[in-house]
């Protein structure tokens, strides 16, 4: 079975700056099947990237999904304080841990 | 407009079986290619899949919940049902049902219920 491991932890940054989240598969994986998603306290995860790289309905171009094989990478180009929430990647039947995205 | 809406109980007792139900509208689970999952969270910790049914009656299961689980669908009701036997406290979460769409060649879980709320306890 794939695991998905997410780095780092926790990130702390400050509203502006660029945020880089990386998720590893333990083997290759199709990228047609990565997706990202983000969680905020209470509230059900929402989808923002899939096929790795696209960009789901709405979802602002300040977010970037990039990766292939086993490294992929969630980008957000310069955080807005809606931003900071818990992101996820997904491929398949796993879900990586999750990175914390905090504010400084 | 795709809704998902989880239902339930709220509170079972150790050893019990567990049947939710996720009832939707705006798609129908007979076209092809559509499948409707279910994923859980305990509180503070990560999201985990559990299962997954397809327009065509294919089911997937969690490896390590499989012998537990049980997926199936109604397409008149527009509902799919998860039951999830022997529960253990350990199986305290938020359980929630999502669509997942084929998108080209891709795919992913792109509406979610608001998620129900199961504690287990005696």
């Known amino acids: 079975e794939i695991v998905l491991t997410q780095s780092p932890g926790t990130l702390s940054l400050s509203p502006g700056e660029r945020a880089t989240l990386s998720c590893r598969a333990s083997?290759?994986?199709?990228?047609?099947?990565l997706a990202w998603y983000q969680q905020k306290p209470g509230q059900a995860p929402r989808l923002l990237i899939y096929?790795?790289?696209s960009r789901a309905t709405g979802i602002p171009d300040r977010f970037s999904g990039s990766g292939s094989g086993t490294d992929f990478t969630l980008t957000i180009s310069r955080l807005e304080p809606e931003d900071f929430a818990v992101y996820y990647c997904?491929?398949?039947?796993?879900f990586g841990q999750g990175t914390k995205v905090e504010i400084k | 407009q795709i809704t998902l809406k989880e239902s339930g109980p709220t509170l079972v007792k150790p050893t019990q079986t567990l049947t939710l139900t996720c009832t939707f509208s705006?798609?129908?689970?007979?076209?092809?290619?559509?499948?409707v999952g279910w994923i859980r969270q305990p509180p503070g910790k990560a999201l985990e899949w559990l299962a997954l049914i397809y327009w065509n009656d294919d089911k997937r299961y969690s490896p390590s919940l499989k012998s537990r689980l049980t997926i199936t669908k109604d397409t008149s009701k527009n509902q799919v049902v998860l039951t999830m036997t022997n529960m253990d406290p350990v199986d305290t979460a938020t359980y929630y049902c999502?669509?997942?769409?084929?998108?080209?060649?891709?795919?992913?879980?792109?509406?979610w219920g608001q998620g129900t709320l199961v504690t287990v306890s005696s």
């Open positions: 083997q290759s994986v199709s990228s047609s099947y």
């Open positions: 096929g790795a790289s």
């Open positions: 705006g798609f129908s689970l007979s076209t092809s290619g559509v499948g």
């Open positions: 999502a669509h997942r769409r084929l998108i080209r060649i891709a795919a992913a879980y792109d509406y």
């Open positions: 997904q491929h398949s039947r796993a």
